[in-house]
């Protein structure tokens, strides 16, 4: 199963959250010891670990972007006594490197712009209000069914009737805590490799 984890003490406690689908509403739970299942009718869309600062110390404050090999494992080793389907293994995270190809003004909009964004495997029209957006600038894009650090889901969406297929991010929607200018996306080094996942580049 695909799934994203989420951990903040200060929001809700200690607690790992295993998010696998949110765009149902829980209806029923299960729970043994420090685990709980969470379902909407009979589907499974929910993991709940407490007590989880017991067997790692977690310095994230939201998602966790690429966990390593092993905490999937200690999941999937927690939910054992439910016989429930494996945790994959966490590869990509959806944000990648991309390169802005051209921009144009919104012909309906004094602040959104039009852009055509190269990510590797394909080229993306998504609709953007940053300040900052340029040709040839490269950008940390959220690609379709990327989850944001919020819990956000990203879909293609529709702004004044243009359409776009994801969105470039801020340093905030990165969960990147720098002093940076508001309304502005991050810009990257020319030598950022375009498709490249943003969270596997040194330094993330």
Known sequence: ???????????????LL?????????????????VTLVYSNDKL?????????????????????????????????KCAKFNIEKID??????????KILSVEEHPESSHLHLLKVDVGSEVLDIVCGARNVKENMKVVVATIGTTMMDGT???KGSLLGEESFGMCCSPKELGLNIDYPPHHLLE??????????FFSLDGK
Do not use: H, W
């Open 1 to 15: 199963m695909k799934a994203t984890l989420f951990y903040n003490y200060q929001l809700i406690g200690d607690v």
């Open 18 to 34: 295993v998010n696998l689908d949110s765009e149902l509403l829980p209806t029923r739970s299960e729970t043994k010891d420090d």
């Open 45 to 77: 869309v929910g993991i709940n670990i407490f007590n989880f600062s017991e067997i790692i110390k977690f310095k994230t404050q939201g998602r966790i972007v690429l966990p390593p090999d092993t905490l999937i494992d200690i999941i999937n080793d």
């Open 89 to 98: 293994y966490v590869k990509e995270s959806g944000f990648k490197v991309g």
């Open 153 to 155: 889901l990203i879909k």
């Open 188 to 197: 990257l080094d020319d030598d950022a490799k375009v498709g490249q996942d």
